[in-house]
């Protein structure tokens, strides 16, 4: 009997689409490794990390917001406008590292209860609702700036973006306490489980008990605080903020959240999915560039994985 619940198991999992990325990864990962000249170099895969944190903290949040049925295509801008208010604070306004960080990340928060208020109090589509929200920030983040990059951040600070713990650099370090937190909160918690109930059906939700209104202002909250922490990597890994900051940060996250799984029609998603749709979506990027191809048909490549992951999504749901 444990014997076939051990195979069963096991084949179930050559069936996920998490096998299927990990396959496709590792392929990918040896073609770059044996194909390129410095691929495999400790610099190049110290900066694939780094960049793998800062979109990985995003498609995160994207995830918990695409469970519910829902979309957020100011992520980018949000992050953004952190960015910003963390270097503002610190070189023209002089605050400390610690209280610019948490006013940056509670910045992102008040931007997603924004979003909230928006979706649920007038009933407005999430997607039509956070892309006003993304072009009002974005205009918010050129006015405070006066369209001009702020640098001059503090020196310990930007170390967060430089440094690393062994080969760990400190931005992964927050990727995984962040994932690790997103993981408990999903399968471990009633607040993650309510998402998945609201993401089948909101009217479902309500007779189930769940207090809707509660759950989008949390959310969509937790999605603008994620926001705020990816703004302070940003910051922290450029050295400094510019006015377009986080500008295609967005559709990285949408993009990785999906590929990893997610469901557009929600009530389906997992941080796992997400973290290797994270990988590869960067690692395609950053292959690429070794391999010397043209930036436009990387992007060409990236929107027929997007493309393909929401027609593998659809196909699953006509069949449920």
Known sequence: MNKKTSKTGVKHFYQTTEFSLIAIIVVLFACATFGTKNFFSEYNLMNL????????VLAIAETFIIITSGIDISVGAVTGLSCMSVALLQSKMGVGILPSVVIAIIIGGVCGLYNAAIIYEFNVAPMIATLGSQTIIRGAVKIISEAKTISGLNKTFTGLGTGSLGYLPYLSLIWIVVAVFAVLVLKYTIFGRNLYVIGS????ARLSGIKVRKMFYSVYCLCGLLCGVAGVMLAARINSAVPTGGEGYEMDAIA???IGGASLSGGRGAVTGTILGT???????????QFGMNTFVLEVTSGVLITLAVVVDQLKARKA
């Open 256 to 258: 990785a959240s999906v």
């Open 279 to 289: 990988i590869l979506m960067v690692l395609i990027t950053n292959a690429g560039t």
């Open 49 to 56: 990390l780094k960049q793998c944190s800062i979109t990985g």
């Open 201 to 204: 059906g909101v009217e479902v």
